[in-house]
């Protein structure tokens, strides 16, 4: 199509709208299976949206949203209750296209989505039955990359997933606290070390000099004190000067307090 000589592009972008502001195309609704939609509401209390919806805005000037795919997902956020859904708003150009819907499925792993949010889509279309060519064909990257994620996230928390997503922590991180850490204790290790900036690479070398696998071998009762060790080792770790990583743990060991208290762990971080 064109329009004085230049032709119209087709646009979308991606972005959080309100679910009540959305309502459905003209004969979009459809029958949906009861436990089909059960274990879709369950997923999303756990694991929010992975895959956005998509929409295009109401001709008629409301403010509000047509939706051309995601009714499923849609519902599911009204009856928990969720405010806003992450939705690809495409222009009535776009969303004439014939071919709209696939590429939107071809494309859904290059849009703006946190590294977290991406590697549960490609472990949940695994889980889904998804051949793994198929995925790492669609998300861009290799079979062996489908297979690890889908193994590091397998048994994920949801409170594991919130402090993930709260951190932004990388995957190679988290690949490194999966390796270490029991699935019950990952969410604390997670915002323990978050705010360190600490790389994959020292987080390893950390475990090990901290001798943290005997740490948890003395059971529940040190929980708290070896989570607080972690948090001012890596914060201590990252403020050191670079150089070589046996002199730096070194140096760590040698300002390691005779014993640590949340005030003492904020205070030495401080200075």
Not at 33 to 46: A, F, K, V, W, Y
Request: net charge positive.
């Amino acid at each position: 199509m064109k329009s004085g000589g230049k032709s119209k592009t087709p646009s979308y972008v991606l972005r959080q709208i309100p679910v009540d502001r959305i309502r459905p195309e003209d004969g979009l609704g459809r029958k949906r299976d009861r436990e089909g939609h059960r274990d879709l509401c369950r997923s999303i209390e756990q694991f929010g949206v992975l895959t956005p919806i998509t929409v295009r805005p109401a001709p008629d000037d409301s403010g509000e949203f047509l939706l051309i795919k995601g009714q499923g997902r849609t519902m599911a956020c009204r009856l928990l209750g969720m405010a806003k859904i992450p939705a690809i708003v495409v222009d009535n150009l776009f969303a004439d296209e014939a071919k709209v819907q696939q590429f939107l499925v071809e494309n859904v792993a290059r849009l703006r989505m946190r590294p977290i949010d991406r590697a549960l889509l490609i472990a949940h279309s695994r889980r889904n039955g998804e051949e793994t060519v198929d995925v790492a064909r669609r998300f861009g990257v290799s079979s062996a990359t489908v297979r690890r994620l889908e193994s590091q996230l397998e048994g994920v928390t949801p409170s594991e997933v919130s402090a993930l997503r709260s951190q932004n922590l990388s995957l190679s991180l988290h690949a490194v606290i999966a390796r270490n850490v029991a699935a019950s204790e990952r969410a604390d290790v997670i915002r323990a070390i978050g705010p360190s900036g600490i790389r994959a690479r020292d987080l390893q070398e950390l475990f090990a000099a901290i001798g943290w696998q005997s740490l948890v071998a003395m059971g529940p009762s040190s929980r708290a004190q070896r989570l607080l060790l972690l948090k001012w080792s890596s914060m201590t770790l990252m403020n050191l000067a670079k150089g070589e990583p046996k002199e730096r743990l070194r140096q760590l060991a040698l300002v390691l307090p005779l014993k640590l208290t949340q005030q003492k762990d904020t205070e030495k971080v401080a200075n």
